[in-house]
Structures are given as C-alpha cells and as structure tokens.
C-alpha cells in the first residue's frame, strides 16, 4: 500500500527513536538468524545474504544519485521469502495451513497490486501520483514537465519545468526542457 516511485524523505527522518529502535531491532534479527543458520540448516543464512546483497546497492552505504523507493525491496526479499518458505515446509503437519494461507495471501497481494495498475500504466499517471504524495517533489515536476512536452502539451510542461525550476534553478533537464519549449511557451509566472 502507498506504493511510489518516489518517497520525499529526508535522512533526518529516519533519526527519531522509534526508527532507530526498529533498525536495532531488524538488525539483532538479522544477527540471530544467521547465527543459528550457521549452526544448522544454512537457508536463512542464504537468506540474509541474499538480502543484504540485493539491498547494499541502494541503501545508501555508498553515495549514489538513486531515489528512494519501493521496488528496490522486489529482489531483495526474496531470499528471506524463499526461507521462509522453507522453513514453513519443513514443518509437516503445518503444510495445508499453510498452504490454504498462502493461497489466500497471494490472492490479497494480487487483488491490491490490481488497484495499483493504473497509477504505474505510464509515464504521466506514475509522476501524477508522485506529485499527490509529494506536491512540492521537485524530480516529479520536472519528469512531468518531459512527459508533457514529450507529448506536446507545452504549456503543461512549461507548469512543471517552472515549479522545478523555481526549487533547483541549476537543474538541466528542467533548464533544458524549458529552453526547448520557451520558443512556443511564454513564461508561466
């Protein structure tokens, strides 16, 4: 639920107790995990590792110019889901329970993604949606901004190239899509 492209966070955020609390404690599961899979059956090891390669890339260890978002978790979680999985099978007498909750939690995760189809159905109804979420998201003005003059709507694009440009006057592609459509477009004050 509340699935975006993009999440308008700052770090300082993420520095309250409760999210320090619960990173702690993610943390110290994490540990247990793998060290009682070294001591045993290796899938949850497999599992974190699996895990934390898949996220290391984008969790901001090293810099990199890459957004916040939901689907960074797709492949990641994998490893923790196959375990766990394997773990649930291993139990014998829990295979139908588990299975007829499988079933039913596949059918609620599917029935939900549904109602998400149409925000990610293309370029404009995705950074539309960004825009809800975060009205003064400046990358979702300027992406907004391309669709529209990608589309012809230049007074649109002008819109969003100007409300971006009025947060980060130094970006180019708002700079450059505005230079590009000024010609037809006065400007929008």
């Known amino acids: 639920t509340g699935l975006s492209p993009y999440h308008d966070f700052s770090p300082r955020d993420f520095h309250s107790p409760p999210w320090v609390g ?18 045993g059956d290796r899938v949850w090891f497999f599992a974190v590792v699996w895990f934390l390669a898949f996220l290391a890339p984008v969790i901001g ?25 394997s773990t649930a099978l291993a139990v014998e007498r829990a295979r139908r329970p588990l299975a007829a909750l499988a079933v039913v939690a596949v059918g609620a995760f599917a029935w939900q993604t549904a109602g998400y189809l149409p925000v990610f159905h293309d370029t404009e109804s995705l950074w539309a ?15 907004l901004g391309a669709c529209y003059r990608m589309q012809g709507r230049g007074a649109e694009a002008a819109l969003h190239y100007d409300a971006d440009l009025a947060e980060r006057p130094y970006f180019e592609e708002s700079f450059l899509g505005r230079a590009i459509i000024a010609p037809f477009v006065a400007a929008v004050v």
């Open 61 to 85: 260890i090293v810099r990199i110019n890459i957004l916040l978002a939901d689907r960074y978790l797709y492949l990641s979680i994998l490893g923790p889901l196959l375990a766990l999985a």
């Open 129 to 143: 949606r960004v825009l809800e979420l975060c009205p003064g998201s400046s990358m979702a003005h300027s992406n």
């Open 22 to 39: 619960a990173g702690l404690a993610l943390l110290a599961l994490l540990a247990l995990m793998v060290w009682r899979s070294l001591r």
